[in-house]
């Protein structure tokens, strides 16, 4: 069996669990304050080279959404989204949970146009009856986005600058971000994002981790008491070297980034074997997930042999699949699939 | 410096880890899926005698008890707990975080005695203007209690009894369940606690994990679609393994009891040192958690030499301390103390 | 000036004012056990031909709704609604801060059609994945909806057998109800309503009441302590008698029905005239809101002497104006207006 | 039948419902934009010694404390009122159902003492651990309280300092502020509550109106966009004239004072007849509401021609009843109780 299900049905790099045994032993400060956690903060913050930012950590992508949109909007606030975004609908209503609407607007490919952006937010202004609406008061997206695609830094930059127009942050969700950055055709860099970002959070679950987002506030601006309202949401932590540890080994000697970077060189082996076997692309995409068109009586065959996630219908006879490399696939992985295909 | 600050200073018991650097190769199902967790869950309910149970995991103690209660709870109820619960006073409003009032009643030593949640309960339905109030809608006790303290099994039935009487269930708060379990001083056992209680968790990060929290609904009565709401709360862990390999690790040859009773032994170790030291003990705890009242100039300079928890001040010139062991806790560390004192 | 504003800038019926100086000095229950809210009660389940409702009064249509959908959904669920819904973006979030999600549908002219939903329903649970979604467990509609269209009993009929198919309840919110009702155009009768939906309510506030909503659940499904819940919304009036002495006035002697009548009759004079000025109608409405596109020159100098409101911008030089006419409204408003245009 | 059950079992005073019949024919502006809320506003501000106020109109008690609570505090702050508080038991988890603690503190006779206040917050602050804890974010009294009795000026002003010095807003709820400031035995003023309190309501229900509280804030300090936030708690009348009319006839004239005055001079008539009749006192009221002890034989023949509030019981054989006045009390209530006493 072959598999290229998710970016996340194995454990984690293997410099994770060494490190988590040289640690063990240690007796640390908890909740967060550990000598660990600081030091991959540290780390991460020469990373973004944003000195005076804040880094928080927390276990996972839809935790991490629901705490940093719910404390960063006011109560009569909305996060923008687009209608693909993961918080518009495979988050199980975490947004709304917390009292929040998403407001969702279209998208190309899974990202929000700096156009599409302004033409929303200069309309709900315009609307006389704005009052009795809730305020658009964040704007959402991800890098990559749940298409595998990514923004442009032209983009980044666009979309920030109407969120300054209009005094709202720009947040984005990085659950894949090394793989975004890692890309062969991309043009942001990590300190690009701290830039046009007022939050974003880099993932470590789908990039190596077992667990763990790093959220980090660019502009001097996480919340009042956060930690309290991390624990009020449940998410707070005892052994918070659990998530630092982790981060610490995937911010020292550029580890993040080159395990990021194999998956990345794997997707284009992969492209390249799709190619040759004459699939259709649903979506080009640059990043580590690839989405490819394949007749249903294909896959039905394939299925014995090979594991990939379904992701919609695409006609009557064909079916839209995402294949997933990670830091782990190997390039006898992708060998094995030029065989079977 | 010797360390008895608290049970979740260090790192995991390494039989986890070894567990963990084993597994991490292998490609398995996510969200809880795999079979690791699923392994865990059978072992588990063998031994709560309870082959009825429906076991979930969480990743700590505040998100299960926010989790656990405010999914249980209809809308117009509130729980009922002891003004010294931890969800009344230390979990930062986590669960009125989640739209639900905590009813405090009185308690002996952190205990809830029947009696006073008798006339707690029948107070409530006298009086006629009950429907202008929440009702208690769940019991949350805590085994061991904030102060070390346990219920014996007269106790528990005479909670339960109560409880089946007005249709509500009882919750236990199992952070420190194992030093409870294994204490000389307790005639409960799991399978009791299974029998008496309508839900419960098992908690790992105090006893040995480096997270999670096994939650057991033990009456065929987990909320219908719980893994959503898990989700919805952002405590659906995308590498489910990460706990599901932990439990499965604590509750093979017994490990789980066999460090819980670690830490008991030492806890009866350091109670004869502290005796043989004349130390006033502040409550008489049978469990890991021992409560000492010292004069505020030796704990001064003690603390050179001593880690300890603050707990509250006794009177102007004395302070209760917490000395906690746990299953890392080793007899040269009391041989030391010992000599300290 | 003549105003076509809306439907609720005059006071109450008169009828109403009389009622309440008539029972003004008796002495009666609070929290709306008095005697007329019984009474109107009584009257509102004969009117709907439907002895085994519920009937409790809200103040506002906001409100009622936030309740209604807040204690009919589980935490996991959330409500349907048209993109036009009034829920779905008029309301402030309202239904968000419950802590649900309201999931979007198409619509037509404001209409959720039977086949759309039933796709969506199915759609729904035929994705492998949505364990991690929301679950849909309520459709919202409203009649007639906010574009003054109207639904039929066959189309009725259908939502109805689909969300039983689903066992999820059919609500209505009948801010205009009276409206519906009385069109020349509806084969819809309230003991339709009755018959078709689980739950829905009686506009007062937009049908010559002062302020209150009358909530009619169908089919003995009305939440448990549906009262202590009102309360705990802060919507529990402590004088009940004020909705109560209004909604017994507006249902003896069929004034509810009456005086929906009189708006409708006036509606259909209002578009002769609308016809006869040549005026270009938006919709095709049988009820008492009217959407005429107007070009910005000539609705800049009307405004002068009426008021109507903004609907929308139709395209550069034309906007969309809704004209509402009420219990209120006389012929001679209609005849003022010919001479205007 | 005699009644002094509460002070909200009749209608509205005269001169509202006539005003009602005066201003129905109007078209005004709707969602409070209309000019008798303005007008009543300005009076209230007048009233209150305070032009810089902003003044906004809810319907009920619970409403408004529940808004006024959730949208001053910050996610990670609870409220802080007497464990007798109205907002602490009696209103169905209003305030934990916006997500928000009711930290709770001791009391003498319903009153929160500025010792125990600044007792309670220095404790709060010196506790290592307090950012596990729910911040104290307001102080909440009531005035008159739930037993009736009175702040002084010298307590106002000492809770106002306290609350400054920890820069968290004092909240006064009002429910009862007409017989509170008419009361023989006070010192303070409308304007002193404008002065120490930052927000406070003045109730009319409970003071001649058929719903309404007019919520002050006095230091420039409402929330922004508090209206929408209004809609979002479903709170938001359509037809805000309701309320508007209402206080402006309550305010013109003195009519609001005058009215209490004479609920306040029978109670005064009320406590002669008890002492008269030597009943046993519970609490020593200056106000509107008095509590009387009564054997329960005796209760039980009076209730036949008597009706009061039960309070509590006091012992086996004796009950504590509420005897309310009201602004419709006459003279011939009370002489018909001298006999039937």
Redesign the interface.
């Known amino acids: 069996m072959i ?1 290229f ?2 970016d ?5 790099h ?1 410099a994770i ?1 060494k490190r ?2 040289e ?8 909740y967060g304050f550990d000598k660990y956690s600081e030091s991959a903060k540290t780390k991460i913050k020469e990373a973004c080279k944003c000195p005076e930012a804040d880094v928080y950590f927390l ?9 940093v949109i ?2 960063m909007l ?3 606030e ?1 996060v923008v989204a687009a209608n693909t975004g993961h918080i518009s ?6 947004i ?7 407001l969702t607007i279209g998208e190309e490919m899974g990202k929000i146009k700096p156009e599409e952006l302004e033409k929303y937010l200069s309309g709900f202004y315009s609307d ?2 704005h ?5 658009p008061g964040m704007v959402y997206i991800s890098h990559p986005t749940e298409y595998g695609t990514l923004y442009s830094k032209a983009e980044l930059e666009g979309l920030s600058n109407i969120c300054k127009q209009y005094e709202i942050p720009l947040y984005m969700d990085g659950a894949r971000l090394g793989y975004g950055l890692m890309s062969y055709d991309t043009d942001v860099t990590l300190a690009d994002i701290a830039t046009y970002c007022d939050v974003f959070y880099i993932g470590g ?2 990039v190596g981790a ?2 763990g987002e790093a959220v980090v506030f660019t502009k001097d601006n996480a919340p ?2 956060f ?3 991390i ?9 918070g ?2 998530i630092g540890v982790q981060f610490d080994t995937l911010f020292t000697d550029n580890l993040y980034f080159d395990i990021s970077r194999q998956a990345i060189d794997m997707a284009e082996e992969l492209k390249k074997v799709l190619i040759e076997k004459v699939c259709r692309f649903f979506i080009d995409s640059p990043t580590n997930q690839q989405f490819v068109i394949l007749e249903d009586s294909k896959l039905g065959e394939l299925k014995k042999e090979l ?1 990939v996630s ?1 992701w919609e219908k695409y006609d009557d006879t064909h079916t839209v699949v995402r294949f997933a490399t990670s830091w ?1 696939t190997k390039l006898e992985d992708i060998e094995k699939l030029r065989e079977l295909l």
């Not at 996340?8 to 984690?12: H, K, L």
């Not at 709304?96 to 998403?102: D, I, L, Q, R």
């Not at 624990?231 to 052994?239: E, I, P, S, T, V």
């Open positions: 598999s299900e998710s996340y049905t194995n454990g984690a293997p669990l988590f045994i640690t063990n032993e240690e007796s640390v400060s908890t276990a996972g992508g839809t935790q991490t959404n629901s705490i719910s404390t006011k109560d009569y909305a609908a495979h988050e199980a209503g975490a709304e949970y917390t009292g929040h609407k998403v006389e009856n009052e009795h609406m809730v305020f679950t789908k077992l667990c009042k008491h930690m309290t309202m624990k009020q949401h449940g998410a707070l932590l005892a052994k070297r659990l594991k379904f782990s």
